[in-house]
């Protein structure tokens, strides 16, 4: 019954936008985010917010994407603007007691083009 639902990847030109979304069910999580994995990188955190609606950004995309939350919906959002070649990256959503704890989705492809 609890699950991560991702939505909205796809390809873009550099400068372009994307916005990924993730339904919840099954549970409330007190904190949601969002993590992006390279090829042959580590996993990283993009950017996360809490019940309480502080957020937490990588220096890497502050400015450029804003992590957002709708309660009605159980449904947490990124708006990624400007990006980059450097953002391509499979996005996982998280949802949990703390960062990177709990339950994550099945990831969705972003790829920024030159």
């Known amino acids: 019954q609890v699950q991560l639902v991702e939505s909205g990847g796809g390809l873009v030109q550099a400068g372009g936008s994307l916005r990924l979304s993730c339904a919840a069910s099954?549970?409330?999580?007190?904190?949601m985010g969002w993590y992006r994995q390279a090829p042959g990188k580590q996993r990283e955190l993009v950017a996360a917010?809490?019940?309480?609606?502080?957020?937490n950004y990588a220096d890497s995309v502050k400015g450029r994407f804003t992590i957002s939350r709708d309660y009605a919906k159980n449904t947490v959002y990124l708006q990624m603007n400007s990006l980059k070649p450097e953002d391509t990256a499979v996005y996982y959503c998280?949802?949990?007691?703390?960062?990177?704890?709990?339950?994550w989705g099945q990831g969705t492809q972003v790829t920024v083009s030159s």
């Open positions: 917010i809490t019940s309480g609606g502080s957020t």
């Open positions: 099954g549970t409330i999580f007190s904190i």
């Open positions: 998280n949802g949990g007691p703390a960062y990177g704890r709990g339950l």
